[in-house]
């Protein structure tokens, strides 16, 4: 049974830095497409990052501010969050198993962690 837990989640303030950790279980990260998606209230789930093998891809809002990276012998992704806004407050989620050609989209992914709460006040 595929399990993802997501950890970090924090109350900040505007400009300062979190970082989200993903450990999975029964399920291996090394070779499988990740994601973090985010959710705030009231809008629809959107991507965040992905990666696979190493390689990343990141929603345009967050581009030079996150960092996505896997630690496959601890089986765990990670989300390094930098200059933090306000607008970046929402629920994260991790997922596993999503398409490669589309790695930002929440329909093509398998499997999802409950999520970690993370508010960035002003």
Known sequence: QVHLVESGGDSVQAGGSLRLSCAASGYSISRTLMAWFRQAPGKEREGVAAIYAGDATYADSVKGRFTIS??????????EMNSLKPEDTGMYYCAADGERMWPLLVRFYTYWGQGTQVTVSS
């Open 70 to 79: 896997q630690d496959n012998a601890k089986n765990t992704v990670y989300l």
